[in-house]
């Protein structure tokens, strides 16, 4: 081990986990897609952000078009692509006498090459709009774009060539990147073509996401979140078994956390790996569940002893955050994630992670014959004890959360999947929260998932497809070619960064469909 | 010989006039140049453009600024450079958790720095403003930007970074190029200070300006323009005597002439060599001089040899031009290039151009022993003799242009360097000019190069120095660092492209001083 200071704080380093994870790196997979059309953008208020993509000409005719100065074509690549752009850029007329000025803006969704990004004016940086502006100084160019992008949608603005020759554009492909193998997902066969839809979608977003590591989202932020991590390991084990690349993230996870012991909430993978300076309530325990979750499908028990002292270290350091009565601390700052919710308060999901995230821990202790079996099983039983005394409110029929009693979707479904109460009351709880609808919602599908989860564990199937083909199915009805990371079908326009443009339009968290779907036979 | 279509153009290659150009060039000579200081501009009626920059910090305090969004600063390298930006930039604060968007802005001049290209409406391209506008995925980044520019002052602008984290920018360097050797150049010993830095500036404008070609200008439009060759090679003569450049440069223009044999007015180098669509009278005349000029000095009989047919063929193409009366058409058009004046009658000025290269022509022609000399030698009898009857007016004492009898500069000029009058009726023909000043004068050091080389011939030489001083003195107290493609000291905003932000300020047909100090000893 050495130790890394980044900006005051202390990492340590666990280099041997670090060079099991770069093991375990494989070439990433590539296939070569070209465009299938040129389209237009129109407002259509029916569309979501009320934009509409409009196809207007076949894609052969691409190299027809000479554009000169403000002149601009969309291409539609027919589906979401993360990649690598190239094209043959073509002077038509005398022989180029200035540059060539080119702005290339690159849209998930037809509003990213609809509406200026110069109006802008979220508070996460502008820098993960996608867009190059550069200059060509001789042509023909073969051009290669160094960056990758997440894309569908390709808008070419010719800034200025001169007044004696226009361009066109040839050629045109997308080197797809990916660590996820399609040959290893068994065909999902389903009566209901929405399902299959669902499942298809799920796979392709996940697919997208699976590079060198589980990316959060492709567009935005490229990066090993640990929450993210989570979900999109059990989609994995029902479709792509990747199941190295999993192990391969548990280790960097496991290869760099702080002075404490804390796994950070999210890993930066260059220049080299760096902790990022998040550290979570909830994504922490989530390593011990994802380790949990690994074993459980690859049977793994190197990995497991391997990686278990950091695991368990996670629920040592959450439970230091209990207060006398046995619950965890509640606090103003961002200290647990649960959802994207401005109001919603932490205390009681957080506590529910705990208590869900011990009862795997204690089966994983158990497998280990770890002497701290027993010290785990006591504090369970103190906690949920403590949980139902001091955050279920027997008045309101719901599990309360914070000073202000707080009562809000993410609680309950937390508990429920925490499995605090009998099968029973968790059914009573999950219908009473459906018909009751408390004000603090969920807005991500990283809670959604956890709702549905909620429901199949209690039985409710048909409610859980229901609301799977209501939420999931109302993204693709809405135009997704993958599945978003922000959806509330009530405000379709939310972003919790103050504008859809830089929302991500295929995001980890939202690939769990399939695993739903195939896990348990919906 | 082969041909070559052009958008409808027949070019005739001649490859093995091309091969030898190519294997006369060679390695560009590269130095490494540091910036010396962070300057502020200022508006300021006093300096040229109203654009004053003043030094506010030491070249080391840069690493110490940390900038994001919307934060810039403006690096000075102290001189005119020709080459390469590298620099190492470092992230600040948390690890990077978006790109950083930056944008250089490049500028030969302060006011190129100081107001905003997104004004800029002139009719050439805006393209050749030089800025770049960059994401950078992976911070720290050693950033080697891959085109080559022509400045001295660097603005930095961080359009976005994230709330996290800034950066600062190390190690900045250029890395210049140039095919002029600096010790070749005799030092001038002069005891006239002005006169020792008109001659440093013009050699330093002809050294950023010597690159594979002879370049008309290294930010605008690096390219070989006929009349700026025949200059640099007269300057290059007497400093750097980089004789095989301009032997380069011959074959190449006599590679690639259209069907006539007309040499165009530039050539593209890239991506391999084109003929520009562009022929001016007075440009293809110039080969054949710029040949003479070559061979006077190199005595380099082969190239002289193997050149002359098409030196020759330039010639006879301009003799075609001639009406009944031996005097050239007069043309609406831009068929003859002289200045950059809206209102110049070209017709004089062409006239005198064929009388002076039909002379130099006539001594190639003896020294070859080619038996069309007596052809060439009765020829410039009769246009000398119709240019004096038809274009010469008694009545104004001036020669005049045109169906509107225009009397101009240019005019004048001209035919006291073709020798059309005898020495004692130039001389007062051009003191005449200078008292009566018509209102057509003159825009560019080009134009300002042949009136004062004019002045020499006639022997006026004190006027001949108090001019260099008053024009290219002026330029220097106006803060070139080289001179420019364009000064009037009377309009010093004059741009014939509709903006200075577009002129070019390192300009080759403006280094012409150190030929005129050095070759007539001034």
């Known amino acids: 081990m050495h130790i890394q200071k980044v900006e005051n704080r202390v990492i340590n ?46 894609i052969q005719s691409l190299k027809n078009h000479a554009l000169g100065k403000g002149d601009s074509v969309i291409v539609d690549f027919g589906e979401h692509l993360v990649g690598y752009l190239s094209m043959r ?5 005398s022989p180029p006498d200035a540059p060539l000025h080119v702005k290339f803006t690159f849209g998930e969704m037809p509003v990213e090459v609809s509406e200026p990004f110069s109006e802008y004016n979220g508070w996460i940086s502008s820098s993960w709009l996608q867009e190059e502006v550069l200059h060509v100084d001789v042509l023909p160019e073969e051009l290669n774009l160094p960056r990758r992008y997440s894309f569908r949608y390709l808008k070419i603005d010719v800034l200025d060539t001169s007044p004696k020759y226009k361009v066109s554009f040839e050629n045109m492909h ?14 999902l066969l389903h009566k209901d073509e929405m399902m299959k839809k669902i499942d298809e979608v799920s796979i392709k977003t996940l697919q997208d996401c699976m590079q060198d590591v589980f990316e959060d989202g492709p567009k935005r932020d490229r990066r090993l979140w640990l929450g993210d991590l989570r979900l999109q390991a059990l989609a994995n084990y029902e479709t792509f078994q990747n199941n190295d690349l999993v192990k391969r993230c548990l280790y960097l996870f496991a290869g760099v956390p ?79 994630f649960i959802d994207w919710h401005e109001e919603l308060n932490k205390q009681a999901p957080s506590q529910a992670i705990l208590i869900y995230t011990l009862k795997r821990v204690i089966k994983l202790a158990e497998i280990l014959q770890d002497n701290r079996t027993s010290f785990l099983e006591d504090k369970l039983v103190e906690i949920e004890r403590a949980t139902v005394e001091h955050l279920w409110s027997e008045e309101v029929g719901f599990f309360v959360s914070g ?29 009473k929260l459906i018909e009751e609808n408390p004000a603090i919602g969920m807005n991500t599908p990283y809670m959604n998932h956890h709702f549905v989860e ?14 799977l083909k209501h939420y999931w199915g109302g993204m693709i009805n809405d135009g997704a070619d993958t599945f978003w990371e922000l959806y509330n079908p009530n405000n379709k326009e939310y972003s919790p960064y103050g504008s859809h443009l830089i929302n991500s339009y295929c995001h980890a968290w939202s690939c769990t469909p399939t695993y739903l779907i195939r896990k348990y036979d919906l």
Not at 89 to 93: F, Y
Not at 460 to 466: D, G, N, P, T, V
Request: hydrophobic content about 40%.
């Open 174 to 187: 997308c080197m797809t990147v990916t660590s996820a193998d399609q040959t290893k997902v068994v065909t």
């Open 258 to 336: 702080d002075e404490k012991g804390r796994v950070s909430a999210n890993l930066f993978m260059k220049p080299s790996i760096i902790a990022d300076d998040t550290y979570l309530f909830d994504y922490s325990l989530f390593f011990a569940t994802t380790l949990y979750d690994y074993y459980m499908v690859a049977d793994d028990k190197e990995t497991l002893e391997e990686l278990w002292p950091i695991a368990y270290r996670q629920v040592e350091l959450a439970l230091e955050r209990l207060d006398e009565r046995n619950i965890v601390k509640d606090d103003p700052t961002w200290w647990s």
């Open 403 to 431: 000073d202000l009693n707080q009562r809000s979707w993410a609680s309950q479904v937390w508990m429920v999947l925490a499995e605090v109460l009998d099968h029973e009351s968790s059914k009573r709880l999950l219908n």
């Open 454 to 467: 909620a429901l199949l564990l209690v039985g409710e199937k048909e409610q859980a497809i229901s609301f």
């Open 13 to 58: 380093v666990y280099q041997p986990f670090i060079d099991k994870a770069n093991d375990l790196l494989t070439p990433l997979l590539e296939e070569k897609v070209e465009p299938i059309g040129i389209v237009e953008t129109k407002k259509d208020q029916d569309y979501i952000h009320g934009w509409k993509a409009e196809k207007v000409e076949a």
């Open 89 to 93: 850029i073509v002077p038509v007329g």
